[in-house]
């Protein structure tokens, strides 16, 4: 069975930090492509920042320069450290996990973790 368990997630003033984490289960993360996603009541859940098993990463553009995706595989668990936190971050915040080749394609989900940012 798969996994995606985040944590981290809670209450900051605005200019605070939080990092968040996402262990897996069941599954090799290392090849797979990871994904930090949030949504904020409201509105579409969107892409916040990516890192592909190659380790190449991309971020939203409100998010560059303050938001940096990282990855364990030994410990096989991918983590966002937000710096400068702004109450526009406040959303839940979800880990995915997308492995595709030609045949096959994995799409996994967890379960989220709040951030509220306070002004």
């Known amino acids: 069975q798969v996994q995606l368990v985040e944590s981290g997630g809670g209450l900051v003033q605005a200019g605070g930090s939080l990092r968040l984490s996402c262990a897996a289960s069941g599954i090799i993360l290392s090849i797979y492509h990871m994904g930090w996603y949030r949504q904020a009541p409201g509105k579409q859940r969107e892409l916040v920042a990516g890192?592909?098993?190659?380790?190449?990463?991309n971020y939203a553009d409100s998010v560059k320069g303050r938001f940096t995706i990282s990855r364990d595989n030994a410990k096989n668990t991918v983590y966002l450290q937000m710096n400068g936190l702004k109450p526009d971050d406040t959303a839940v915040y979800y880990c995915n996990a997308v492995f595709s080749t030609s045949l096959v394609k994995r799409d996994y989900w967890g379960q989220g973790t709040q951030v509220t940012v306070s002004s």
């Open positions: 890192i592909t098993s190659a380790g190449v990463t």
